[in-house]
Each structure stands twice: as structure tokens, then as C-alpha cells.
């Protein structure tokens, strides 16, 4: 399962949970005149049938709840292949699922609906993070969507490998230089011990860089005008490489297994063989149930450099074609459904009682009110993983970046880049950003 994937099923989880419990969180909006139908996807499909039978479950108690609403459920999510020509072709649903890469476009092109004169009807809106809800915001801060699933990429580290290195738990590294220099220490423990891991295939080596370049202040991808341009080389993308290129073949601290992706540094923290890595608190989902990590070995801290980090998640925007009326129907929808404050407790319960993970810090779509005091209460009186261990992430929020246009062909490239400083002693980081970059505004080239 690739890192997308995971956290598209940890939100649709996360979603039913939230669905157990019945009323809705906004305020009762003026009445239609009559029913209101709208389409809306995320159904999940039929090889799924537990998550699609509670979804229509919801359809069923939202439709009870609101007599004059009925929902037309559709299935899927957004699928990038085809979201262009049902958009162009008129076929996109009333409410609709976009990853955290898409509203700014539909937003300049006037794709999705302006949902700014409903908001104050729906309280919701108000603790909804406002870092978050500017992703679905204008440069004006018209509101066009709302967030429903969110990651943070930060450091996740082995506390008992800190220990056993002579290094400070409750210090983990904050800069690059600190990774470095605590991972040759990890390594040095042998057995088979990785200081710090790093992928390099499957488009996640151009994801790590990209959020890495965030981190040491820089970009990927800059925008002038109308147009995109490559911004990685540079300074800051040669220390970058250059930095784990010398953890590879200089310390020795990365190991001699490399091509790696998602599942592969998930396993080797669960087997308690790798000491650090960029990755999501949801990581630990895995981590824990499947590979058999000791949840008190592992921790989570901002990542280091901490002057930018890489945000994913998804969530919904209603159709520019909408009438008011569908309009009103579709956040009252999404916030049943996807972000009701009302079932905040009632979903960590649940989830709980099943065994589940809870307690991690993500993930977190409240900034206030009583949906960020009820979310720290149930973290609290439900979670069963030790939250002192995530303090430094929740304490040192680091600012949020979103992914560049057409992210997944510019992480192709850029896995090269990875790859080749990570298995190639001879790798010549100056020429691989070079053809990078020429690659990469080929790619750009196209951004309408």
C-alpha cells in the first residue's frame, strides 16, 4: 500500500467512526422550498463492503436527519487520470473529493463554488484550522472547500536506539547537521542498525525531497507570472543530496539496502533495525499493528531545519454549477459526514474499543473551540500510545507547504536524483540537478 493510499483509508476510517453517532454540527440553514438532491462521491466501492455499507448507513441517517436533502452517492475519490474530463465534461458530482494539490487551480479557474456567504450559518467553519482552510481559501479569503484528512511530515525516531547511542531522547535533532551526526551514531550499534532511512522509488524519493527542501527554506517549484519554473537547483537542493550522499557512502549510516519506498522504512522502524526518518504520525498506524513496533520506542518531532514542511490530505468542494440550495445541502453533508465536532468523542471511543491506534496527533483538522478541547480530551481519555512522545511535534508546529503542480511526474524525476546519490559512490549531484531541472520545466511546461 503506497503512503496515499494508507492515508485515504485511515481518513475513510476515521470518517466512519465519526458517522456512529447521530446529529449534525452547523446550525439549521434557511429551509428550501423543496427537496434538494445532490450527488456526492466517496462512496467506496463494492469489494469494500463493510466501509460502503456504513457510508450508505450515513446516507441513510443524514437523509432521516434532513428530510429535504436526498443523496445521490457516487463511488470514488479523486483520481487524477480522470477528475480533468469529468470536470470539462460536466460530470463531476454536486460535492466532490480533491487532494490537498487541487483547489487553488479550481479556485482560479472558478471550478468550485464560493461557499463564503454560508459559512457564519455553519459554526464548524470557525475551528476548522485556518492553515488548513487556506488551502481552500482565494488570495481574498473566500472559503471554497473544506479539509477532511491532513498529514504533517516530520522526524520520526527510535527512542530506544537514541538511548542505546549515548543520544537524548528527549533531544532529537532539530537541524541536518544533527541527523547526521546522530545517525553515524545509530549505525555504530551494528547488528544491522540504520542510522537514517530515505526513499528513493516510487515517486516517494521526489516526495522526501521535495519536503526537504522545504525544510532548509527552499522550493521545488516557483511560480512567475503564468508560468512554473523549476527552483531545486540551486544551494540549497546540492546540500541536500550532498548531506545524504555522505551519510551513504562517507558515514556508512544509511545502509547498503536502498531503492527503497513507503513500506519498506514503515517495516524497519517496526523491526526496530532503523533510527530516523522523514515521515507522518499516521505512519505509526502500521508500524504498530502490522510490524510490531513497541509504542513506547517511538517518537515523533518537527522536521529538522523546521522552516517549511510538506502537507498532503484531501477534502471537498461543491460544483460551481450549484444552486444556493445545493450549496447549503453539500457543507451540511461534508460537515456530517467528514468533520462533525459532535462525534469527535464517540469516533475515539469506537475506535478503542476496536483496538486501534488512537492518540496519535494527527490527524488534527481543529484549531479551536469546543472541536479542538473535545479532540484533546478524547486523545486523552481514550488514546493507548504514549503522547509525551510526540510532544516536540505538537509543541513546534512548523509552517505548512502544499505539494507543486503536477507533484507525481516531478517526484519521478526526482527519485532519480535519490536514487542515484544513494547507490552511485561516483553520483554527480551538480549534473543530476542539472537534468533534473531540465526535465522538470519540460513537465511544468504544460501547467495551464
Not at 492515508?7 to 453517532?21: D, E, F, M, N
Not at 523491526?271 to 508500524?287: C, E, I, T
Not at 559512490?425 to 504544460?446: F, G, M, P, W, Y
Request: aromatic content about 8%; hydrophobic content about 40%; some cysteine.
Amino acid at each position: 500500500m503506497d503512503r496515499r493510499t494508507f492515508s485515504r483509508t485511515l481518513g475513510v476510517v476515521l470518517a466512519a467512526s465519526l458517522a456512529t453517532t447521530a446529529a449534525a454540527c452547523s446550525e439549521e440553514p434557511e429551509t428550501p422550498s423543496g427537496p434538494v438532491t445532490i450527488t456526492v462521491n466517496g462512496l467506496p466501492p463494492e469489494t469494500n463492503a463493510e466501509l460502503r455499507k456504513t457510508f450508505l448507513d450515513d446516507v441513510k441517517e443524514f437523509e432521516a436527519a434532513n428530510p429535504d436533502i436526498k443523496i445521490d452517492a457516487k463511488e470514488g475519490t479523486m483520481d487524477a487520470q480522470t477528475f480533468p474530463a469529468k470536470l470539462a465534461g460536466g460530470q463531476l458530482e454536486d460535492v466532490f473529493h480533491v487532494w490537498f494539490t487541487t483547489p487553488a487551480d479550481l479556485i482560479a479557474r472558478k471550478q468550485a463554488a464560493d461557499l463564503s456567504p454560508y459559512t457564519k450559518e455553519f459554526p464548524a467553519f470557525q475551528q476548522l484550522r485556518p492553515d488548513l482552510l487556506k488551502i481552500f481559501s482565494s488570495a481574498d479569503g473566500k472559503v471554497y472547500g473544506i479539509p477532511t484528512e491532513q498529514y504533517t511530515l516530520g522526524l520520526i525516531y527510535n527512542r530506544a536506539l537514541f538511548k542505546a547511542a549515548g543520544l537524548d531522547p528527549e533531544k532529537p535533532p532539530t537541524t541536518w547537521e544533527e541527523v547526521r551526526t546522530s545517525a553515524k551514531a545509530i549505525a555504530a550499534l551494528g547488528n544491522g542498525t540504520v542510522g537514517y532511512g530515505e526513499y528513493s522509488k516510487s515517486n516517494t524519493g521526489g516526495w522526501h525531497f521535495t519536503a526537504e527542501m522545504f525544510s532548509r527554506g527552499g522550493e521545488v517549484v516557483e511560480k512567475s507570472g503564468d508560468t512554473y519554473k523549476a527552483a531545486f537547483n540551486n544551494a540549497t537542493g546540492k546540500a541536500l543530496l550532498q548531506d545524504l550522499y555522505n551519510m551513504r557512502w562517507v558515514d556508512n549510516s544509511m545502509g547498503e539496502k536502498q531503492l527503497l519506498e513507503w513500506v519498506d522504512l514503515v517495516q524497519m522502524m517496526g523491526g526496530g533495525k532503523l533510527g530516523m526518518n522523514v515521515g507522518a504520525p499516521d505512519s505509526l498506524v502500521p508500524m504498530i499493528t502490522q510490524y510490531n513496533a513497541k509504542k513506547e520506542d517511538i517518537g515523533i518531532a518537527p522536521i529538522p531545519g523546521a522552516k517549511g514542511t510538506l502537507t498532503g490530505g484531501a477534502g471537498y468542494m461543491i460544483n460551481a454549477k450549484a444552486t444556493p440550495e445545493k450549496i447549503r445541502a453539500g457543507i451540511k453533508w461534508i460537515l456530517f459526514k467528514f468533520a462533525n465536532p459532535d462525534r469527535i468523542e464517540k469516533a475515539h471511543k469506537s475506535a478503542a474499543d476496536a483496538k486501534a491506534v488512537v492518540g496519535l496527533p494527527e490527524p488534527n483538522l481543529w484549531g479551536a473551540g469546543d472541536a479542538k478541547a473535545k479532540t484533546e480530551a478524547a486523545r486523552k481519555q481514550y488514546g493507548n500510545v504514549p503522547a509525551d512522545n510526540y510532544k516536540t511535534f505538537v509543541a513546534n508546529p512548523v509552517a505548512l507547504k502544499v505539494e507543486p503542480p503536477k507533484a507525481q511526474e516531478i517526484y519521478a524525476v526526482l527519485d532519480n536524483c535519490m536514487a542515484k546519490v544513494l547507490t552511485d559512490k561516483n553520483a554527480n549531484v551538480d549534473q543530476l540537478l542539472a537534468e533534473a531541472e531540465k526535465q522538470v520545466n519540460s513537465i511544468l511546461a504544460t501547467v495551464k
